[in-house]
């Protein structure tokens, strides 16, 4: 068939690449169909400013159109009428989607969609090659994302991790420089725009510069703290220097004038240079009680140090006549909202809440009296763990500022790899995502791993699709992906992997609780069980000529991870620490191995970083 896509003149280039994206898949769906399909693209704005991303669809078997509220949105469109089609974008790996072949009968829709938030992101986290970074981004609107966040001024160290295969003692360092990073951050930088995504930049690394040391990682600084930098540092136990000697880590004395200005003049540099940056985020040091303890600073609180240093910010942008967005922090010492200091200019800013702690057992919790925010003591701070204390805070800033808001969270970064089944941790996204308009936010960015993908990406295809329908169902979700990833057999996958969350703990494994825990043992011993069950289940979808789908070869690899995982975790909660780090070792050596055909679906350095800090395994004992 003929398909035929008209673009107005002058069309921006995400509704030139929706065009393309719209022609190639529906020429592989009706290829076995005659004559010409004429779709035409058009862009209707919206008359309030900043609503999320809208699109309509009138498709028959003649032709139709797709129109959005902006060229994204477009794109967002032709996407979601191709999965309302039968298309099923799996996974950000190449090749991984179903496109079904279809009649012209079959081009039936007449739809309107508004997205329920206007942030739906992911943020950069991990060890990722060129081509993971660039599947991702591609990836992103097909799922109903509209945002990535390059993290730092250059994903170097994300780069780096891949490159020179941290964590893998079985390969070698390959080629790679700062030069190279930069380069790929352009050519991602690039697909993004090319798609109309919006680009989040920067987050930590702005107080290492301040002190004169590039932080663009969370890496120990390469040369000592210059001297006439010292008096910027903050003041720690009566020292002024690098915490731990990481630039990333360390915070300012901001009652030395000088500290807030370079940091203001640094930001303000960067947003003139940087134009493309959609919304820049300003943050202080990743690390907490390492605030100054200076007399000056001891006056007023962090918060309201950092409100007025946003405020400096914001009136040199103002000056400068920029537009960029800014996004400031709720988290650490950042959590206790401002005594006295409030933005003048809130349009100019966006709240991001990073409830770091909270437990990924269950999703947030609204409704009731939230507690009393605990009076805030200088570097003696405790992080609330509960969903309900967490949120304490988030209503304290509201109370300031009512200006844009997301949450930024890590169901994917970390917590995951405690559940093995992925359907628990997918459910749990699920209802956060339901509860974000309760609590006054306006979307979600999620800091992961790119590669969250054993045994499959639908935690991740879950979050995007709910945030762009809060209403979506997560049970027809998991039919949605399963049947399309497994296959007619796919309540069979979908109820083993539903057995092992429930026998599964993300806090355990993110070194939440004892570590010696008999409930934790017993549950692992459990989860061995029905793994060593369901290679029978398997074995029936290996035929002579390979896996009936490639999801259950994927099933193959991750039952092995599991039953080595879980043997791990399973001696840990016995209280055999030497063991466990004997049977942790199997497992580095197991998926060390096997990294280089699993590469996308595993992010190995993370895993073995995650188990080793959090969940306490001690391999150092062997
Ligand atoms: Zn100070």
Redesign the pocket.
Known sequence: MNIKTVCPPEAAEPMTFAAAELSGYLGRMLAGEGGELSISLGIKADKEKGLPDWFSVELGPEGGSIVGNNARSVLLGAYDCLRRLGCRFLAPVKGYEAVPAITRQALSLSYEHRASFYHRGVCIEGADSRENVLDFIDWLPKVGYNSFFLQFKSPYIFYARWYEHRGNPLREPEPFTRLDALAWMEEAEGELKRRGLLLHKVGHGWTGEVLGQEAQSWDAAPEPLAEDRRPLA??VDGQRGLWKGVPANTNL????GEAADAFAALVADYAKENPNVDYLHVWLADEYNNV???E???QTTPSDQYVELLNEIDRRLTAEGLGTKLVFLLYQELLWPPVQARLTNPERFVLMFAPISRTFERSYQVGGDPPHIPPYTRNRIILPTSLDENLAFLRGWQGQFAGDGFVYDYPLGRAHYGDFGYVKIARVISGDVKRLRELGLNGYVSCQELRAGLPNFFPNYVLGRTLMDEKADVNRLLEEYFSAAYGEDWPLAADYLFQLSGLSSTDYVNGKGERRDGETARRMEDARELCLDFAAVLDRHRGPEGWATPFWELLDYHRDYVLKLSRALCRLAQGEAERAGESWAAFRDLICERERELQPWLDVYRVLEVTEKYTGFRPGQL
Do not use: M, S, T, V
Request: glycine share 8%; net charge neutral; charged share 15%.
């Open positions: 903050a003041q004395c901001f009652h030395n100054c303890e200076c000056g600073c001891r």
